[in-house]
């Protein structure tokens, strides 16, 4: 029986996040203003060209799962990469600090820039839609950010924690990686994450609060694959 985090985007658009979903039983995405990653139900043929009605021109998807990833002709990776996902089943250290504060879309413009500037994954002006995000602020500008992403019955997923060049070696990624953990068991969920498989000093980190490997995943960002020069 799969675990409802093999195919992680599908469960949360299938379950908590089906207001911002767009699709079918066979295939969905998130809105792609808010992030755009897409999911298919299985991978049978049908669940395929689901899936290629999703993706139109000069647009392109991500794609997360445990299994190996399988695409219909008409759609083509133009990159793929192997992921680790981490889950935190045990109760992880409590912190307080007082410089932790709750982001708004007051802070969406800074927080995209911190993102851009440290590129966490996929974040948007609408990522505050999808959970709540947390920061540290210093001398006025935003130093680390964390928050939620996607979501399934009984998991959250605990997302986009960055730190700008000019505040790392602080110990705030691992302040905020551990709020919001905290914030997510609080109530009665199980945080897990992902990170790329090459990031060693990120999946330390993370180990080191007490998430362990549960699965290897595997990404792609797709397109049409008319679209690709040299298809």
């Not at 599908?10 to 767009?22: D, I, K, N, V």
């Not at 999703?54 to 399988?70: F, G, K």
């Not at 500037?117 to 130093?143: N, Q």
Request: proline residues 5%; contains cysteine.
């Amino acid at each position: 029986m799969n675990h409802v985090l093999d195919r992680p985007i599908w469960s949360a658009l299938a379950t908590r996040h089906q207001a911002f979903a767009q699709g079918d039983s066979l295939a969905r995405r998130y809105l792609p203003s808010i992030v755009p990653f897409a999911a298919t139900a299985a991978d049978d043929a049908e669940s395929l060209r689901a899936l290629s009605r999703l993706v139109p021109p000069l647009e392109s998807a991500i794609l997360v799962q445990a299994d190996a990833i399988t695409l219909p002709a008409e759609l083509c990776a133009t990159s793929t990469a192997s992921l680790v996902q981490m889950i935190a089943e045990r109760p992880v250290r409590t912190v307080s600090d007082e410089r932790v504060q709750r982001l708004t879309q007051h802070d969406a413009a800074e927080m995209l820039a911190l993102a851009t500037v440290t590129k966490p994954g996929p974040f948007t002006l609408e990522a505050l839609s999808l959970g709540d995000f947390w920061g540290v602020k210093i001398k006025g500008r935003l130093a680390v950010m964390a928050g939620e992403r996607m979501k399934q019955p009984g998991h959250s997923e605990l997302s986009g924690v960055c730190s700008h060049p000019d505040f790392r070696g602080g110990g705030l990624g691992r302040l905020l990686s551990l709020f919001v953990a905290n914030r997510i068991m609080a109530r009665g969920e199980v945080p897990y994450l992902h990170a790329y498989a090459t990031n060693v000093a990120a999946i330390t980190l993370y180990e080191s609060i007490g998430f362990r490997l549960r699965s290897r995943m595997n990404m792609a960002v797709i397109q049409r694959t008319d679209q690709v020069v040299g298809a």
